[in-house]
């Protein structure tokens, strides 16, 4: 074989993967993230980046929670549905087809603050190594 490779085996991938790392400084510690308690149920969170930031408070809520809460003071007509729209804000919107591709914002419902940086979500991004 012209290229080497023993038996005609595939050696897509593979460089370097009997190299040794030979590092001189050993990577920072990650900081700890203490567990967290959603403050609507109580419960804990265990994916904190999926978390949201309370409704009052800065402290975090499991996202079906703050989906439930924003939801429970809306009335919905048959083809409208509570959807998250990002940016910490959630929405009625109403279906054009039964596909459910095509659809309005009816109301938007602001969950949290815009712009404001949450402690535990500077935690969360420093551990991720953002």
Known sequence: MADGNKDSRRRFGRRGRDKVDHREEPRPPRPETPPMECSICGKQIFDLSSAMSGREGSAPV????????????????????????????????????RSMTSFIVKRRIQWEREGEKLDWRKTLQQRVGL
Do not use: M, W
């Not at 549905?81 to 804000?89: E, F, L």
């Open 62 to 97: 499991h996202f079906d929670c703050a989906l439930t809460q924003a939801s429970e003071g809306e009335r919905l007509e048959p083809n409208e549905k509570i959807t998250y729209i990002g940016r910490g804000a959630f929405a009625v919107v109403e279906f054009r087809d």
